[in-house]
C-alpha cells in the first residue's frame, strides 16, 4: 500500500464518514484496526468502545470504500506524475484532478495527456495541419476551404484532404474535453434507451429471452434481472443490444450533437466555418464518442447490475445461513432418485455418520415394502427423531413413500422435513467430503450432507462454496472475484455472530472463525483429534502456529460446553473475564448459578463495571450474555406442509391455496418452493397489500409463506403465485391454506376436489410386520 499524505489520509476519512454516515474519527479508528489485521466481526464484537460501535454492515461499507479510495489515490498520484513528467502540468489541471472524486473522471481529466498509439490527428498534425484547425476554431469569419488551399503539399493532397485532417485534430480535441465528456455522460445517463432486438433466425433457440425480442427502455430504469438477462442474451448470440439518444428528435441537429457544438462555442448560421465546425461537432459523436461513451454506459449498467445482484445473493444467504436449526437430533437423510435408488444416510445428534442405504422403491424395481422397511429398520435402531428428505428429483414420491409409513408408526414418530438439496452434489465431490468420507460414495455423501443441513444449516453449508448454494440472481454472469468476496464476507459474518463449537465443528466451520482459515483451522482439528477435547479456550494457544495476535481474534467466537471454565461457553472475550467475575462477586453468587439468572443480573448498573478499557458497550454485552449464555440468534425450527395430491407443475390450478419455503429473493420478487419440483414467483406487486420497494422488507428465504396460484405456465413451467389476501377461491385443504401443521395420520386425506376422504391402505403384509417389529 502507498504511503498518503495525511491531507490525502483526511480526505479518505472524511469520504468515508459520508458515506457511512459516521464520525471521522469513528473511521480513523476502524481502519486502524483493520491495517493491523483485525477482522470485521471481532472489531463490531469486541471494540465497540474504539469504533464508537459501527456495526458490522458499516465495517463492511467502510471496508470497502476504503479498498477503492486507496486506489483511487493511487490512481491519481500516477496520472499527476506522469502529466507533470511531459511538463504540461498547470495549476488549474492539477486543481481538477485533486476534486476529481471517482476513477472515471480522473482518467477523462488524463486523456489528451495518455500516451496513445499513433492516431489520425497525430497523422495530420505531422503533415502540418495543427495550424488549420487552430485557425479554424479561433476565426470564424474564415471560409475553410479557402484557408485550407495554403496547406496543400506533398503530403497533403488537396483542400479535401487539408480540411480532413484539421477535422481529424478537432475531433480528438472535442473528445478529450473533460468536462463535456462528463456533462455527455449524464445526459445519456437520464437521456439514453437501452433497445435489445432478436438476432434473426434465433427465435426458436433463444425462446427463453422471448421477453426481450422488442424491448426497450429507458437506460437509467432498467432493473439489475433484465439488465443481466439481455446480456446473457447478448453473450449467447440470441439478441443484440445497443444504446439509443435522441432517436425521437426530429431537429436538423440532435440534442447531444449540439451539447458538443456549444462546447466550442459554434453557431452554423453565424457563417460558413460555424457549419463546417458543425459538421466536425456531427463526426466528433457519431465517430468517437457514441461508440466509446455507449461502452461506458453499458459497462456502469453492468456494474450497477452486478453490485444488485451480488447483493440480493448476500443477503439470501446470509437468510440461508441463519435458518433455523433443528437441532442434535439423530436424523434420517434422503437424498432421491429414481433408477439409482433412494440414498439413505443416518447421523446421530452431532453430525456423526452412522448407516447408510441405498433403497429402490421406484422404477424399475418398485420394491415399495422393501424401501419402508428398511427406513423403519434404521428409525427404530437409530432412535430416528427427524427425516430430511432433499427437494431434487422424484421428492414429493419420496415424500409420499415417507409419509405413508409414518402412518403405520406408533408414537412418537420422526417428523419429516423437504430440504434444499442446492450444492449437495457440489461438496459429495469436493476434496472436504473426499477426506471427511474416503471411503463412502460420492451418493451418499449427499445424503449425509442433506440430513446434516436439516440438523444445523450453518455448519453444514460453510463446506460448499457459496455461489453453488443456489440462492443467487445470475450469479454466473457477474464478476466472480466481486461475488465470492461478497459471500465470503456473509459466510464469515453469519459464523461468528451464531459462534462456534470449538469441540465438535468441522474443519469448514472453524476455518470461518475471525482470524483462523483454512491452515489454522486444520492444525486445530489435528491437534484436538491428538490431544483430546478442548477444556479451555486457553489450550487453542498450544496450536501450532496459533499465537497470541490469532487468540485475541478468534477466542471470543469459540465456545466450550461443560469445560473448565463456565464463561467459555459463552460469548464473554477471554479478555474481559475479569469484568465478569466483578459482576459475579457483586452479585455474592457463584457463576455457574448466575449465568442464566435474568432476574438477578438485570437489577445491576452497567456503569460502575465499566472502567477505562472496558466501556458501557462492553459491559452491557456480557451482562446480555450472562442472561443468555452462549444464546443461539437463530429463529425457532419451522417447516411448511406440502399439500398431498400437488407433486408436479401440471397439478396446479388458478385458485389454490398452498404453503411454500421462500427459496431465493430477488429485486422483481421471490421464489417459493411448494412441492412440484419448480419454484413459483410471487412478483413483487404480489407480495402484499401494499405497495412493496424491496421484497426483503416483505420476505426472506426460508420464510414459510402462504400463497395462491394465480397463473400456470404449462410449455415454460413458469409459476405465478401471490401473497395478497385470500380472494376466497382457494381450493385446497386447511392443511396446504397455512392452518396448524397437520401430523401424518391427518395428512392421509385425498387430493383437492375429489370428494370424501379415501383412506390410504397400506399392503397389510408390511403394515403388520412394521407394527409387530417396532412395539418390541
Not at 497525430?122 to 479554424?136: D, F, M, T
Not at 479557402?146 to 480532413?164: E, H, P, S
Not at 459464523?495 to 483462523?516: E, K, M
Not at 401443521?741 to 391402505?761: F, T, Y
Request: aromatic share 4%; hydrophobic share 40%.
Amino acid at each position: 500500500m502507498a504511503a498518503f499524505s495525511d491531507s490525502v489520509v483526511r480526505r479518505i476519512y472524511q469520504t468515508i464518514a459520508s458515506d457511512i454516515a459516521a464520525q471521522t474519527r469513528q473511521v480513523e479508528a476502524a481502519v486502524a484496526l483493520l491495517d493491523e489485521g483485525a477482522t470485521v466481526p471481532f472489531i463490531a464484537r469486541y471494540r465497540k468502545e474504539v469504533t464508537g460501535g459501527l456495526d458490522d454492515t458499516q465495517l463492511r461499507n467502510l471496508e470497502e470504500r476504503l479498498g477503492y479510495l486507496r486506489e483511487l489515490e493511487e490512481r491519481r498520484a500516477a496520472v499527476i506524475e506522469s502529466i507533470g513528467g511531459q511538463g504540461k502540468l498547470t495549476d488549474d489541471l492539477e486543481a481538477k484532478l485533486q476534486a476529481a472524486t471517482t476513477k472515471a473522471e480522473v482518467e477523462d481529466l488524463y486523456l489528451p495527456y495518455k500516451p496513445k498509439r499513433r492516431t489520425r490527428a497525430e497523422i495530420a498534425r505531422e503533415n502540418g495541419l495543427g495550424p488549420l484547425a487552430e485557425q479554424l476554431l479561433e476565426d470564424r469569419s474564415l471560409v475553410p476551404q479557402t484557408v485550407a488551399a495554403n496547406f496543400v503539399n506533398d503530403k497533403v493532397a488537396d483542400v479535401k484532404a487539408a480540411l480532413d485532417g484539421a477535422r481529424d485534430i478537432l475531433m480528438e480535441r472535442f473528445a478529450e474535453n473533460a468536462e463535456l465528456l462528463g456533462r455527455l455522460r449524464q445526459y445519456l445517463r437520464t437521456q439514453a434507451v437501452l433497445r435489445s432486438r432478436v438476432i434473426d433466425g434465433k427465435q426458436e433457440a433463444g425462446a427463453k429471452f422471448s421477453d426481450y425480442f422488442d424491448h426497450a427502455e429507458a437506460w437509467s430504469k432498467v432493473a439489475s434481472h433484465r439488465a443481466l438477462a439481455m446480456m446473457r442474451g447478448r453473450n449467447e448470440d440470441i439478441l443484440m443490444l445497443e444504446l439509443e439518444v435522441d432517436a425521437d428528435s426530429t431537429a436538423a441537429i440532435k440534442p447531444i450533437e449540439q451539447m458538443i457544438a456549444d462546447a466550442e462555442n459554434v453557431k452554423p448560421a453565424r457563417g460558413a466555418c460555424d457549419a463546417w465546425l458543425m459538421e466536425v461537432a456531427r463526426w466528433t459523436w457519431r465517430v468517437k464518442l457514441s461508440v466509446s461513451l455507449s461502452v461506458d454506459l453499458m459497462m456502469e449498467l453492468r456494474t450497477r447490475s452486478e453490485e444488485e445482484a451480488i447483493d440480493v445473493f448476500a443477503r439470501n444467504l446470509k437468510d440461508l445461513l441463519l435458518a433455523a436449526p433443528a437441532g442434535s437430533r439423530a436424523t434420517i437423510g434422503l437424498d432421491p432418485g429414481i433408477r439409482t435408488g433412494v440414498k439413505v444416510a443416518v447421523v446421530d445428534g452431532t453430525g456423526k455418520l452412522l448407516e447408510t442405504a441405498t433403497v429402490y422403491p421406484f422404477q424399475p424395481r418398485n420394491d415399495v415394502r422393501g424401501a419402508q422397511a428398511e427406513i423403519a429398520r434404521l428409525i427404530k435402531q437409530h432412535d430416528a427423531q427427524l427425516i430430511a428428505i432433499g427437494n431434487g428429483t422424484a421428492s414429493r414420491e419420496t415424500e409420499k413413500l415417507v409419509t405413508d409409513l409414518l402412518a403405520l408408526l406408533p408414537e412418537p414418530r420422526p417428523r419429516k422435513v423437504i430440504v434444499s438439496e442446492a450444492g449437495a452434489s457440489v461438496y459429495s465431490a469436493s476434496a472436504a467430503a473426499a477426506a471427511e468420507f474416503p471411503n463412502l460414495d460420492v451418493s451418499l455423501r449427499g445424503a449425509v450432507s442433506i440430513a446434516r443441513r436439516l440438523q444445523d444449516p450453518l455448519a453444514e453449508l460453510v463446506k460448499i462454496e457459496p455461489k453453488s448454494i443456489g440462492v443467487g440472481q445470475y450469479q454466473h454472469d457477474v464478476d466472480q472475484y466481486r461475488l465470492s468476496k461478497a459471500l465470503d464476507a456473509v459466510v464469515e459474518d453469519a459464523v461468528n455472530a451464531v459462534g462456534v463449537d470449538l469441540n465438535t465443528a468441522s474443519a469448514s466451520l472453524l476455518a470461518r472463525v475471525s482470524g483462523v482459515g483454512t491452515s489454522l483451522a486444520d492444525a486445530i482439528v489435528f491437534h484436538r483429534d491428538r490431544q483430546g477435547a478442548f477444556r479451555s479456550r486457553k489450550q487453542l494457544l498450544e496450536v501450532s502456529r496459533l499465537g497470541p495476535k490469532t487468540f485475541e481474534q478468534c477466542a471470543g467466537f469459540l465456545r466450550i460446553r461443560d469445560g473448565e471454565e463456565p464463561l467459555d461457553a459463552s460469548a464473554v472475550h477471554p479478555e474481559a473475564y475479569e469484568v465478569a467475575r466483578r459482576i459475579v462477586s457483586a452479585c455474592g453468587r457463584d457463576l455457574r448459578s448466575l449465568m442464566g439468572d435474568s432476574g438477578a443480573l438485570k437489577k445491576l448498573d452497567a456503569k460502575q463495571f465499566a472502567d477505562e478499557r472496558f466501556g458501557l458497550p462492553t459491559v452491557r454485552d456480557i451482562l446480555s450474555e450472562l442472561e443468555k449464555p452462549g444464546r443461539d440468534p437463530r429463529p425457532e425450527f419451522r417447516t411448511a406442509s406440502f399439500a398431498d395430491g400437488i407433486n408436479e407443475v401440471k397439478d396446479l390450478k388458478p385458485g389454490m391455496v398452498l404453503e411454500g419455503t421462500v427459496t431465493n429473493v430477488a429485486a422483481f420478487g421471490a421464489f417459493v418452493d411448494i412441492g412440484v419440483h419448480q419454484d413459483g414467483l410471487v412478483h413483487v406487486s404480489q407480495l402484499a397489500d401494499k405497495f412493496v420497494k424491496n421484497p426483503h422488507e416483505v420476505v426472506k428465504a426460508g420464510d414459510i409463506v402462504k400463497v395462491r396460484v394465480v397463473d400456470v405456465d404449462l410449455k415454460r413451467q413458469r409459476i405465478a403465485l401471490s401473497m395478497r389476501k385470500d380472494d376466497g377461491s382457494a381450493s385446497m385443504p386447511r392443511s396446504a391454506a397455512g392452518g396448524d401443521a397437520p401430523s401424518s395420520r391427518d395428512r392421509r386425506g385425498p387430493p383437492p376436489g375429489k370428494g370424501k376422504q379415501q383412506e390410504v391402505k397400506p399392503p397389510s403384509a408390511l403394515g403388520a410386520a412394521l407394527f409387530e417389529a417396532l412395539k418390541k
